[in-house]
């Protein structure tokens, strides 16, 4: 483990906002009918092989188009395992390069399981450098197989200096059918707010967060409030924003009054920006580097203008 290593993860993830001066999280989900027509090309044989070459290759040229404009990217586990063994090499590879470019990169892979197994996933994916084989900084974990589950994770995080994010109000229309259901006076989603807020508690660091953050969707304004006073040392990764509807406005409410304490997920407004007006006339599929980058710049913008008003 490196120095910086050793700086807890929630420590390094608000310097790196701080740095940057952005709250966007990249999410990295590449999809092949989308991707700009040099890349489909190398894709054209339809092998595992050439398709997760070219998820490799469009990842890494993001990468090193917002390397200096955001904190942090999310490689989305799904897009590289539906391609199987050649896939997650692709992600690996991924994950590497991202951490290279100085990027905190958090594994999207809502991961979990029974506590034994559960130590495994932490330990596969938690760990920047050389602890981890995948090497991710942080990882989202679902949380429903209880605290059981999820203390493996924050066991590996206070060792590996990592951090995870727990499901705790998701963005998807359907969460809502288990995670809205109240017993004893409590919604599920409350419940998992107060397990997180109990899981970090003796793990605050100097930026006044601890490695157990939580997922909130930009989809649900006044729930995303009340659970950024619910868990007042917790980072809150909020997804949602863009192609799911979720706007500035929505997700100023996840933020702490100095504008610390959550970041902002949007993968296909800005991974795909070539394909979406006004980018899309601007820069076509031959300059789609440029596409993200403008696009990356202006939800930066957009998100710091709401933050001064
Ligand atoms: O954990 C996540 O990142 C996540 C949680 C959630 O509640 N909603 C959600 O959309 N996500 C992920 O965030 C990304 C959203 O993608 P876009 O809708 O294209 O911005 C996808 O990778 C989702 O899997």
């Given at each position: 483990m490196n120095s910086s290593e050793s700086i807890p993860f929630a420590d390094r993830l608000a310097d790196a906002v701080r740095r940057t001066h952005s709250v966007t999280?990249?999410?990295?989900?590449?999809?092949?009918?989308?991707?700009?027509?040099?890349?489909?090309?190398?894709?054209?044989s339809g092998a595992a092989?050439?398709?997760?070459?070219?998820?490799?290759?469009f990842c890494c040229e993001i990468i090193d188009v917002v390397k200096d404009r955001v904190a942090c990217v999310k490689p989305q586990a799904a897009f590289f395992?539906?391609?199987g063994p050649a896939g997650m090499v692709a992600l690996g590879e991924v994950f590497r390069y991202a951490s290279a470019a100085g990027l905190l990169v958090i594994g999207d892979?809502?991961?979990?399981?029974?506590?034994?197994t559960a130590t495994a996933y932490a330990q596969a994916y938690l760990g920047a450098g050389e602890t981890s084989p995948w090497g991710c900084d942080s990882l989202t974990v679902s949380p429903y197989l209880g605290r059981d589950s999820l203390e493996p994770f924050v066991e590996v995080c206070d060792r590996r200096a990592a951090g995870i994010f727990v499901?705790?109000?998701?963005?998807?229309?359907?969460?809502?059918?288990?995670?809205?259901?109240?017993t004893?006076?409590?919604?599920?989603?409350?419940r998992v707010a107060q397990l997180v807020t109990e899981l970090n508690q003796d793990r605050i660091g100097q930026s006044g967060y601890g490695p157990v953050g939580a997922v909130v969707g930009a989809t649900y304004p006044e729930q995303l409030a009340a659970m950024r006073k619910a868990m007042p040392?917790?980072?809150?990764?909020?997804?949602g924003f863009g192609a799911q509807g979720g706007s500035a406005k929505d997700v100023l409410a996840g933020f702490d009054s100095d504008?610390?304490?959550?970041?902002?997920?949007?993968?296909?407004n800005l991974i795909f920006a070539h394909r979406r007006a006004p980018y899309a006339e601007k820069y076509g599929d031959r300059r789609w580097q440029d596409a993200v980058s403008e696009a990356t710049d202006e939800m930066n913008e957009v998100l710091r203008q709401r933050f001064s008003r």
């Open positions: 999280c990249v999410g990295l989900d590449p999809r092949l009918d989308q991707l700009p027509e040099s890349l489909q090309k190398l894709a054209d092989d050439a398709q997760a070459a070219a998820y490799s290759q395992e539906q391609l892979a809502k991961r979990n399981d029974i506590g034994s499901l705790v109000k998701t963005s998807n229309p359907g969460g809502g059918l288990l995670q809205d259901r109240a004893d006076g409590q919604t599920v989603y409350e040392h917790s980072w809150i990764l909020i997804p504008g610390s304490g959550a970041i902002v997920n949007n993968s296909r």
